[in-house]
């Protein structure tokens, strides 16, 4: 009776245990480009590895039922070996958030890291204590960093998404990373002068209130916007719009900045179709704030919002 009784205990923790991740994470390591003198096991062993770390740590103290869990996508392209067991890679990191009354997921993130360096050895454990980032070695520490800085980047949108500034605590976990980051020759984007697009700015972005206005934009975009399109279309879209508005303002007063940018990449086409329906006028104010914020894909709204 009493193994019978630790069992169903023993059950009901796992059970909860289970709901209580924030992530359902797919990662996915292409290692194609490395060398055939590198044994490729060792990088299918990192993707488990990766994986169980995202989807099996507890990154809040909040607890999420399996259909709550942020759905997203990490792709490691391994580049090139740049010593023994140390590697140079690129990261694309995807997650989306879905759409009330609808199966439809919209895009938090669709971002591109191209400046990874990392040492694994295989069955080396996949290990992240925000209050020592560094780790004992830098090198090998910054993979998880990285991983660990997105997760936070990621769980903040998700949560700006739903209240005002409501990921502000987890970009502040993502600011504490580069507080602390890792520090090799090898290693680059997380210092201010490491580029005008890293992981530096887009946090620095993110936390600085001269940026207030993206945090608006955001809520604006999605619980006023999306969230509305299925009751009140001509709400949600007239809420997208301000949104839009807000980034404007935000890229007049501080020209090229890194998140503008990041807002729209992978978002063209949804926004194409939002306004596709609207009133001449409201396509028109659209169009205009799209060509200037997004000039990558001015082209595209052109042709949809013409």
Known sequence: MIKRVAKILLLLLVVQYSIAQ????????????????????????????????????????????????????????????????????????????????????????????????FKYVEFQPIEFNENRVQG?????????????????IIL?????????????????????????????????????????????????NFTNNRYNLIHDALYNYFRLGMDRMYENEAEGRNAVLNCLQLINTVNTEI???????FFFQGRANELSKVFKKSSPDEKNRALEILSKVDITNSVLYKQELK
Not at 136 to 152: G, M, S, W
Not at 165 to 171: E, Q
Not at 255 to 261: A, F, K
Request: aromatic share 12%.
């Open 22 to 117: 924030e992530f359902e994470s797919r990662v996915t390591v292409n290692s194609s480009r490395v060398s055939s003198q590198v044994d490729k096991k060792v990088f299918q062993t990192l993707q488990t590895g990766l994986q169980n770390f995202l989807n099996n740590r507890k990154w809040t103290s909040e607890t999420y039922q399996p259909n709550e869990r942020i759905v997203c996508s990490f792709l490691l392209n391994i580049e090139k070996a740049i010593g023994t067991n140390v590697f140079q890679a690129t990261l694309t990191v995807q997650a989306a958030r879905p759409i009330y009354n609808s199966s439809y997921q919209s895009a938090l993130i669709n971002h591109m890291d191209e400046a990874i360096s």
């Open 136 to 152: 004992t070695d830098p090198i090998v520490a910054n993979l998880t960093a990285v991983f660990a800085y997105y997760a936070y």
């Open 255 to 261: 020209p090229n900045s890194m998140v503008v940018q």
């Open 156 to 204: 903040a949108l998700d949560h700006n998404s739903f209240a005002l500034r409501g990921g502000d605590p987890y970009f502040q976990k993502a600011q504490n990373i580069v507080n602390n980051a890792p520090e090799n020759r090898d290693i680059v984007g997380w210092r201010p002068f490491d580029g005008l697009r890293n992981r530096y700015w887009l946090i620095e």
